[in-house]
Protein backbone atom coordinates (compact mmCIF):
# COMPACT_ATOMS: atom_id res chain seq x y z
CA UNK A 1 0.00 0.00 0.00
CA UNK A 2 1.66 3.46 -1.06
CA UNK A 3 1.85 6.12 2.11
CA UNK A 4 -0.77 8.47 0.71
CA UNK A 5 -3.66 5.36 0.83
CA UNK A 6 -2.09 4.46 3.86
CA UNK A 7 -2.67 8.20 5.87
CA UNK A 8 -5.97 8.47 3.91
CA UNK A 9 -7.05 5.15 5.97
CA UNK A 10 -5.70 6.36 9.12
CA UNK A 11 -7.41 9.82 8.70
CA UNK A 12 -10.67 8.19 8.10
CA UNK A 13 -10.12 6.48 11.42
CA UNK A 14 -10.09 10.15 12.72
CA UNK A 15 -13.07 10.90 11.59
CA UNK A 16 -15.43 8.04 12.14
CA UNK A 17 -14.60 8.28 15.38
CA UNK A 18 -15.26 11.86 16.05
CA UNK A 19 -18.54 11.73 13.88
CA UNK A 20 -19.65 8.61 16.43
CA UNK A 21 -18.93 10.87 19.10
CA UNK A 22 -20.87 13.83 17.98
CA UNK A 23 -23.88 11.09 16.68
CA UNK A 24 -23.88 9.88 20.96
CA UNK A 25 -23.56 13.23 22.15
CA UNK A 26 -26.81 14.40 19.80
CA UNK A 27 -28.60 11.01 20.80
CA UNK A 28 -27.71 11.51 24.72
CA UNK A 29 -29.28 15.18 23.76
CA UNK A 30 -26.39 16.73 25.23
CA UNK A 31 -25.09 20.10 25.09
CA UNK A 32 -22.66 20.35 22.39
CA UNK A 33 -19.60 21.58 25.03
CA UNK A 34 -19.31 17.78 25.75
CA UNK A 35 -18.66 17.50 22.20
CA UNK A 36 -16.50 20.35 21.76
CA UNK A 37 -14.72 19.30 25.12
CA UNK A 38 -14.25 15.60 23.51
CA UNK A 39 -13.19 16.91 19.90
CA UNK A 40 -9.54 17.18 20.53
CA UNK A 41 -6.87 15.46 22.83
CA UNK A 42 -6.45 18.27 25.54
CA UNK A 43 -2.31 17.89 24.74
CA UNK A 44 -0.80 16.32 21.73
CA UNK A 45 3.04 16.28 21.72
CA UNK A 46 5.04 15.25 18.92
CA UNK A 47 8.86 14.65 19.59
CA UNK A 48 11.77 13.90 17.72
CA UNK A 49 13.78 10.90 19.33
CA UNK A 50 17.29 10.37 17.85
CA UNK A 51 18.67 7.23 18.30
CA UNK A 52 21.98 5.69 17.40
CA UNK A 53 21.48 2.77 15.06
CA UNK A 54 23.96 -0.58 15.47
CA UNK A 55 26.01 0.60 12.79
CA UNK A 56 27.02 4.04 14.54
CA UNK A 57 24.35 6.26 12.13
CA UNK A 58 21.87 8.23 13.68
CA UNK A 59 18.10 8.30 12.71
CA UNK A 60 15.97 11.03 13.59
CA UNK A 61 12.62 8.83 14.78
CA UNK A 62 9.31 10.57 15.44
CA UNK A 63 7.02 10.25 18.47
CA UNK A 64 3.64 11.33 19.63
CA UNK A 65 1.63 11.64 22.41
CA UNK A 66 -1.61 11.91 22.12
CA UNK A 67 -3.41 13.25 25.84
CA UNK A 68 -6.79 12.68 24.76
CA UNK A 69 -8.80 13.42 28.31
CA UNK A 70 -7.65 13.45 31.70
CA UNK A 71 -11.49 14.47 33.30
CA UNK A 72 -11.64 10.68 35.29
CA UNK A 73 -7.90 10.62 36.00
CA UNK A 74 -4.22 10.74 34.93
CA UNK A 75 -4.38 9.68 30.96
CA UNK A 76 -3.60 6.00 30.38
CA UNK A 77 -2.89 4.19 27.54
CA UNK A 78 -0.49 2.20 25.27
CA UNK A 79 2.42 3.45 22.99
CA UNK A 80 3.28 1.86 19.65
CA UNK A 81 6.11 0.98 17.56
CA UNK A 82 5.35 0.93 14.14
CA UNK A 83 6.21 2.24 10.68
CA UNK A 84 2.40 3.98 9.87
CA UNK A 85 1.53 5.22 13.01
CA UNK A 86 0.01 9.12 12.29
CA UNK A 87 -1.28 11.74 14.33
CA UNK A 88 -4.52 11.63 13.37
CA UNK A 89 -4.09 7.45 14.35
CA UNK A 90 -2.67 8.12 17.65
CA UNK A 91 -5.24 10.96 18.71
CA UNK A 92 -7.80 8.47 17.46
CA UNK A 93 -6.69 5.41 19.36
CA UNK A 94 -6.29 8.23 22.51
CA UNK A 95 -9.74 8.84 21.96
CA UNK A 96 -11.19 5.31 22.50
CA UNK A 97 -8.73 5.12 25.54
CA UNK A 98 -11.24 7.77 27.18
CA UNK A 99 -14.25 5.86 26.58
CA UNK A 100 -12.59 2.34 27.46
CA UNK A 101 -11.88 3.52 30.72
CA UNK A 102 -14.68 5.06 31.28
CA UNK A 103 -16.83 2.27 30.60
CA UNK A 104 -15.34 -0.24 32.40
CA UNK A 105 -15.08 2.33 35.36
CA UNK A 106 -11.05 2.46 35.78
CA UNK A 107 -10.25 6.08 37.38
CA UNK A 108 -7.62 6.93 34.06
CA UNK A 109 -8.28 8.97 31.01
CA UNK A 110 -7.44 8.31 27.80
CA UNK A 111 -4.01 8.79 25.74
CA UNK A 112 -2.22 6.75 23.11
CA UNK A 113 1.30 7.23 22.23
CA UNK A 114 3.61 5.99 18.97
CA UNK A 115 6.91 6.36 17.66
CA UNK A 116 7.10 5.63 13.93
CA UNK A 117 9.36 2.76 13.34
CA UNK A 118 9.74 -0.38 12.44
CA UNK A 119 10.89 -2.84 15.72
CA UNK A 120 10.60 -6.12 13.43
CA UNK A 121 13.65 -5.06 10.95
CA UNK A 122 15.59 -3.63 14.61
CA UNK A 123 17.99 -5.15 16.99
CA UNK A 124 17.16 -5.05 20.84
CA UNK A 125 19.55 -2.97 21.96
CA UNK A 126 18.29 -0.14 18.69
CA UNK A 127 14.41 -1.02 20.28
CA UNK A 128 15.99 -0.76 23.94
CA UNK A 129 17.51 3.03 22.91
CA UNK A 130 14.01 3.87 21.34
CA UNK A 131 12.46 3.03 24.40
CA UNK A 132 14.69 5.22 26.48
CA UNK A 133 14.54 7.84 24.18
CA UNK A 134 10.91 7.97 23.80
CA UNK A 135 11.03 8.49 27.74
CA UNK A 136 13.94 11.36 27.36
CA UNK A 137 12.00 13.45 24.38
CA UNK A 138 8.46 13.11 26.47
CA UNK A 139 10.04 14.08 29.69
CA UNK A 140 7.66 15.55 32.23
CA UNK A 141 4.37 14.93 30.50
CA UNK A 142 4.89 11.07 31.61
CA UNK A 143 4.29 10.61 35.23
CA UNK A 144 2.44 7.76 37.36
CA UNK A 145 -0.19 10.51 38.22
CA UNK A 146 -0.11 12.41 35.33
CA UNK A 147 -0.05 10.04 32.02
CA UNK A 148 1.04 6.28 32.54
CA UNK A 149 1.96 4.72 28.93
CA UNK A 150 1.65 0.78 28.47
CA UNK A 151 2.25 -1.73 25.72
CA UNK A 152 0.43 -1.60 22.37
CA UNK A 153 1.29 -2.93 18.75
CA UNK A 154 4.98 -3.95 18.81
CA UNK A 155 5.59 -2.78 22.61
CA UNK A 156 6.08 -5.42 25.37
CA UNK A 157 6.91 -5.75 29.20
CA UNK A 158 10.50 -5.62 28.19
CA UNK A 159 10.06 -1.73 26.24
CA UNK A 160 8.09 -1.30 29.51
CA UNK A 161 10.74 -1.98 31.63
CA UNK A 162 13.51 -0.04 30.05
CA UNK A 163 10.52 2.87 29.98
CA UNK A 164 10.41 2.37 33.38
CA UNK A 165 14.28 2.60 34.23
CA UNK A 166 14.84 5.50 32.07
CA UNK A 167 11.97 7.73 33.77
CA UNK A 168 13.00 6.68 37.37
CA UNK A 169 16.69 7.45 36.24
CA UNK A 170 15.82 11.13 35.23
CA UNK A 171 13.36 11.69 37.92
CA UNK A 172 15.89 10.22 40.66
CA UNK A 173 13.08 8.59 42.32
CA UNK A 174 11.44 4.88 42.04
CA UNK A 175 8.37 5.40 40.49
CA UNK A 176 7.90 2.24 38.55
CA UNK A 177 3.79 3.00 37.97
CA UNK A 178 4.87 5.31 35.23
CA UNK A 179 4.16 2.79 32.82
CA UNK A 180 1.72 -0.83 33.09
CA UNK A 181 2.24 -3.65 31.68
CA UNK A 182 6.02 -4.26 33.12
CA UNK A 183 7.51 -7.48 33.71
CA UNK A 184 6.77 -9.26 37.17
CA UNK A 185 10.38 -8.52 38.35
CA UNK A 186 10.40 -4.75 38.43
CA UNK A 187 6.83 -4.18 39.17
CA UNK A 188 4.32 -5.90 36.88
CA UNK A 189 1.37 -7.75 37.59
CA UNK A 190 0.36 -11.20 37.48
CA UNK A 191 -1.64 -11.88 34.23
CA UNK A 192 -1.38 -8.33 32.75
CA UNK A 193 0.42 -10.15 29.34
CA UNK A 194 -2.48 -12.11 28.47
CA UNK A 195 -5.26 -10.06 30.54
CA UNK A 196 -6.48 -8.19 27.10
CA UNK A 197 -7.17 -11.72 25.50
CA UNK A 198 -8.45 -13.27 28.92
CA UNK A 199 -11.01 -9.83 28.73
CA UNK A 200 -11.83 -10.55 25.25
CA UNK A 201 -12.95 -14.31 26.08
CA UNK A 202 -14.67 -13.52 28.75
CA UNK A 203 -16.67 -10.83 26.95
CA UNK A 204 -17.22 -13.32 23.83
CA UNK A 205 -18.20 -15.79 27.18
CA UNK A 206 -21.11 -12.95 27.99
CA UNK A 207 -22.11 -12.67 24.16
CA UNK A 208 -22.67 -16.00 23.76
CA UNK A 209 -24.69 -16.38 26.49
CA UNK A 210 -27.05 -13.27 25.35
CA UNK A 211 -27.32 -14.93 22.31
CA UNK A 212 -27.74 -18.39 23.48
CA UNK A 213 -25.04 -20.01 21.83
CA UNK A 214 -23.26 -22.47 24.09
CA UNK A 215 -19.88 -21.41 24.52
CA UNK A 216 -18.07 -24.72 24.97
CA UNK A 217 -17.82 -26.56 21.60
CA UNK A 218 -18.21 -22.56 19.66
CA UNK A 219 -16.50 -22.38 16.68
CA UNK A 220 -14.34 -19.57 16.79
CA UNK A 221 -12.10 -17.44 13.96
CA UNK A 222 -8.82 -15.50 15.23
CA UNK A 223 -7.37 -12.95 13.01
CA UNK A 224 -4.25 -11.99 14.73
CA UNK A 225 -1.45 -14.43 16.05
CA UNK A 226 0.70 -12.16 18.31
CA UNK A 227 -0.13 -10.74 21.65
CA UNK A 228 -3.85 -10.66 21.62
CA UNK A 229 -4.81 -13.28 19.19
CA UNK A 230 -2.44 -15.94 20.09
CA UNK A 231 -3.43 -16.15 23.90
CA UNK A 232 -7.33 -15.83 22.47
CA UNK A 233 -6.95 -19.00 20.90
CA UNK A 234 -4.77 -20.91 24.06
CA UNK A 235 -7.44 -19.34 26.31
CA UNK A 236 -10.46 -20.41 24.04
CA UNK A 237 -9.34 -24.14 23.36
CA UNK A 238 -9.56 -23.98 27.53
CA UNK A 239 -12.80 -22.87 27.62
CA UNK A 240 -13.92 -25.87 24.94
CA UNK A 241 -14.55 -23.54 21.58
CA UNK A 242 -13.43 -25.09 18.78
CA UNK A 243 -10.58 -22.94 16.95
CA UNK A 244 -11.08 -23.77 13.43
CA UNK A 245 -8.78 -20.84 11.56
CA UNK A 246 -6.01 -18.38 13.09
CA UNK A 247 -4.37 -15.83 10.54
CA UNK A 248 -1.00 -13.49 11.43
CA UNK A 249 -0.13 -10.20 8.77
CA UNK A 250 1.15 -12.69 6.37
CA UNK A 251 -0.96 -15.93 5.83
CA UNK A 252 -3.77 -18.10 8.04
CA UNK A 253 -4.28 -21.84 8.67
CA UNK A 254 -8.09 -22.93 8.42
CA UNK A 255 -9.49 -26.61 10.46
CA UNK A 256 -13.09 -27.06 10.21
CA UNK A 257 -12.70 -29.69 12.79
CA UNK A 258 -10.71 -27.62 15.13
CA UNK A 259 -6.53 -26.39 15.02
CA UNK A 260 -4.44 -27.71 17.96
CA UNK A 261 -4.64 -24.18 19.23
CA UNK A 262 -1.32 -24.88 21.27
CA UNK A 263 0.90 -26.37 18.61
CA UNK A 264 -0.50 -23.22 16.60
CA UNK A 265 0.71 -20.66 18.35
CA UNK A 266 4.14 -22.41 19.48
CA UNK A 267 5.06 -22.57 15.98
CA UNK A 268 4.24 -19.09 15.06
CA UNK A 269 6.42 -18.56 18.33
CA UNK A 270 9.17 -20.40 17.41
CA UNK A 271 9.38 -19.07 13.34
CA UNK A 272 7.65 -15.83 13.87
CA UNK A 273 5.00 -16.90 10.89
CA UNK A 274 1.84 -19.11 10.85
CA UNK A 275 3.56 -20.75 7.13
CA UNK A 276 4.50 -24.71 6.96
CA UNK A 277 2.56 -25.98 9.80
CA UNK A 278 1.79 -29.25 9.02
CA UNK A 279 -2.01 -30.67 8.99
CA UNK A 280 -4.29 -27.45 8.46
CA UNK A 281 -5.48 -25.85 5.56
CA UNK A 282 -3.34 -22.58 4.41
CA UNK A 283 -5.50 -19.65 4.07
CA UNK A 284 -5.63 -15.74 3.66
CA UNK A 285 -6.41 -12.90 6.05
CA UNK A 286 -9.48 -12.23 3.75
CA UNK A 287 -10.60 -15.79 3.63
CA UNK A 288 -10.22 -16.16 7.62
CA UNK A 289 -12.78 -13.27 7.89
CA UNK A 290 -15.57 -14.68 6.29
CA UNK A 291 -15.13 -18.18 7.91
CA UNK A 292 -18.28 -20.50 8.42
CA UNK A 293 -18.18 -19.92 12.33
CA UNK A 294 -20.03 -18.25 15.68
CA UNK A 295 -17.85 -16.25 16.77
CA UNK A 296 -15.59 -14.01 14.54
CA UNK A 297 -12.64 -12.41 16.68
CA UNK A 298 -10.21 -9.75 15.05
CA UNK A 299 -7.52 -9.23 17.21
CA UNK A 300 -4.61 -7.62 14.79
CA UNK A 301 -4.93 -3.99 12.92
CA UNK A 302 -7.55 -1.15 12.38
CA UNK A 303 -9.64 -1.41 9.09
CA UNK A 304 -9.64 -4.87 8.77
CA UNK A 305 -13.43 -5.24 8.12
CA UNK A 306 -15.07 -3.19 5.74
CA UNK A 307 -17.47 -2.00 3.30
CA UNK A 308 -15.77 -4.52 0.88
CA UNK A 309 -15.94 -7.27 2.74
CA UNK A 310 -18.27 -7.11 5.62
CA UNK A 311 -20.89 -9.01 3.93
CA UNK A 312 -19.22 -11.74 3.73
CA UNK A 313 -18.58 -12.28 7.46
CA UNK A 314 -20.41 -15.42 8.36
CA UNK A 315 -20.36 -15.06 12.33
CA UNK A 316 -23.16 -14.38 14.73
CA UNK A 317 -21.05 -12.10 17.01
CA UNK A 318 -17.56 -10.04 16.17
CA UNK A 319 -15.85 -9.76 19.38
CA UNK A 320 -13.12 -6.96 18.67
CA UNK A 321 -9.72 -8.05 19.99
CA UNK A 322 -8.22 -5.04 18.79
CA UNK A 323 -8.77 -1.50 18.11
CA UNK A 324 -10.66 0.08 15.46
CA UNK A 325 -10.43 -3.53 13.27
CA UNK A 326 -14.34 -2.30 11.85
CA UNK A 327 -15.19 0.81 9.35
CA UNK A 328 -18.40 2.81 9.89
CA UNK A 329 -19.17 0.74 6.58
CA UNK A 330 -18.36 -2.41 7.91
CA UNK A 331 -20.70 -1.90 10.47
CA UNK A 332 -23.55 -0.37 9.17
CA UNK A 333 -23.66 -4.00 6.54
CA UNK A 334 -23.03 -6.26 10.15
CA UNK A 335 -25.99 -4.69 12.00
CA UNK A 336 -28.37 -4.83 8.70
CA UNK A 337 -26.99 -8.63 8.89
CA UNK A 338 -27.61 -9.09 12.25
CA UNK A 339 -23.93 -9.63 13.58
CA UNK A 340 -24.31 -8.30 17.57
CA UNK A 341 -20.36 -6.49 17.57
CA UNK A 342 -19.05 -6.17 20.49
CA UNK A 343 -16.91 -2.89 20.14
CA UNK A 344 -13.56 -2.73 20.40
CA UNK A 345 -13.58 -0.26 23.41
CA UNK A 346 -15.91 -2.86 25.56
CA UNK A 347 -14.12 -5.95 24.17
CA UNK A 348 -10.50 -5.22 24.91
CA UNK A 349 -10.74 -3.23 27.35
CA UNK A 350 -9.18 -6.29 30.13
CA UNK A 351 -5.82 -4.99 29.08
CA UNK A 352 -6.68 -1.47 31.17
CA UNK A 353 -8.18 -3.56 33.55
CA UNK A 354 -5.23 -5.05 34.36
CA UNK A 355 -2.99 -2.09 34.08
CA UNK A 356 -5.23 -0.39 36.49
CA UNK A 357 -4.89 -3.01 39.05
CA UNK A 358 -0.90 -3.09 38.44
CA UNK A 359 -0.85 1.29 39.06
CA UNK A 360 -2.83 0.22 42.17
CA UNK A 361 -0.13 -2.41 43.62
CA UNK A 362 2.66 -0.14 42.47
CA UNK A 363 1.07 2.73 44.63
CA UNK A 364 0.16 0.90 47.92
CA UNK A 365 3.59 -1.93 47.45
CA UNK A 366 1.68 -5.00 47.48
CA UNK A 367 1.29 -7.84 45.30
CA UNK A 368 -2.01 -9.83 44.37
CA UNK A 369 -1.44 -13.70 43.21
CA UNK A 370 -2.76 -14.61 40.28
CA UNK A 371 -6.46 -15.78 41.17
CA UNK A 372 -7.32 -12.27 42.68
CA UNK A 373 -5.95 -10.61 39.54
CA UNK A 374 -8.60 -13.12 37.69
CA UNK A 375 -10.90 -12.44 39.97
CA UNK A 376 -11.38 -9.14 39.86
CA UNK A 377 -10.91 -8.73 36.09
CA UNK A 378 -13.97 -11.62 35.32
CA UNK A 379 -16.11 -9.12 37.44
CA UNK A 380 -15.08 -6.11 35.85
CA UNK A 381 -15.65 -7.42 32.60
CA UNK A 382 -18.58 -9.46 32.87
CA UNK A 383 -20.28 -6.24 34.59
CA UNK A 384 -19.34 -3.91 31.99
CA UNK A 385 -20.71 -5.79 29.61
CA UNK A 386 -23.91 -6.52 31.54
CA UNK A 387 -23.96 -2.29 31.97
CA UNK A 388 -23.37 -1.71 28.78
CA UNK A 389 -25.54 -4.43 26.67
CA UNK A 390 -27.99 -3.30 29.08
CA UNK A 391 -27.99 0.26 28.06
CA UNK A 392 -27.82 -0.49 24.16
CA UNK A 393 -30.72 -2.74 24.61
CA UNK A 394 -32.52 0.01 26.64
CA UNK A 395 -31.47 3.26 24.73
CA UNK A 396 -30.22 2.15 20.54
CA UNK A 397 -32.90 0.52 19.36
CA UNK A 398 -32.22 0.37 15.28
CA UNK A 399 -28.50 0.80 16.82
CA UNK A 400 -25.58 -0.88 17.52
CA UNK A 401 -23.66 -1.62 20.58
CA UNK A 402 -20.86 0.31 19.49
CA UNK A 403 -23.14 3.47 19.58
CA UNK A 404 -24.65 2.07 22.97
CA UNK A 405 -21.11 1.39 24.11
CA UNK A 406 -19.94 5.35 23.23
CA UNK A 407 -23.26 6.65 24.71
CA UNK A 408 -22.47 4.69 28.20
CA UNK A 409 -19.10 5.93 28.53
CA UNK A 410 -20.02 9.91 27.09
CA UNK A 411 -22.73 9.59 29.80
CA UNK A 412 -20.15 9.26 32.45
CA UNK A 413 -17.14 11.28 30.85
CA UNK A 414 -20.16 14.18 30.79
CA UNK A 415 -21.47 13.62 34.69
CA UNK A 416 -17.66 13.92 35.64
CA UNK A 417 -16.77 17.31 33.70
CA UNK A 418 -20.38 18.81 35.22
CA UNK A 419 -19.41 17.95 38.79
CA UNK A 420 -15.71 19.52 37.70
CA UNK A 421 -16.67 22.60 36.45
CA UNK A 422 -16.46 21.75 33.06
CA UNK A 423 -20.12 22.46 31.13
CA UNK A 424 -20.94 25.96 32.45
CA UNK A 425 -24.33 25.57 30.71
CA UNK A 426 -25.04 22.21 32.02
CA UNK A 427 -24.88 18.83 30.97
CA UNK A 428 -28.10 18.80 28.75
CA UNK A 429 -28.85 21.05 25.61
N1 LIG B 1 -2.70 -0.87 24.65
C1 LIG B 1 -3.78 -1.43 25.39
C2 LIG B 1 -5.11 -0.87 24.90
O1 LIG B 1 -5.21 -0.39 23.79
C3 LIG B 1 -3.60 -1.31 26.89
C4 LIG B 1 -3.53 0.08 27.42
C5 LIG B 1 -3.14 0.18 28.89
O2 LIG B 1 -3.02 -0.83 29.53
O3 LIG B 1 -2.96 1.31 29.33
O4 LIG B 1 -6.10 -0.94 25.55
Not at 420 to 427: A, F, Q, S, Y
Request: with cysteine; net charge negative.
Amino acid sequence: MSKKVEETVQDDTLKATLGLIKQSVDLLEMSNDVYEHLRVPMRFVEASIPVEMDDGSIKVLTGYRAQHNNVLGPYKGGIRFHPNSTPDEVKALSMWMTLKCALVGTPFGGGKGAVVCDPRNMSIKEIERVSRGYVRAMGTVLGPETDIPAPDVYTNAQVMAWMADEYTTIMREPAFGVVTGKPIAVGGCVGREEATSRGCVYIAREAARTLDIPFKGARVAIQGAGNVGGFAALLLAEEGCKIVGISDSKSGVYDPQGLDAQKVVEHKKKTGSLEGISGPKEITNEELLALDCDILIPAAMENQITGKNAADVKAKIVVEGANGPTTPEGDKILKDNNVLVVPDVMANSGGVTVSYFEWVQNNYGFRWDFATVDKHLQEKMVEAFGNVYGFYCEHCTGSDMRTGAYMYAIKKLAEAMQYRGWLHNGIYA
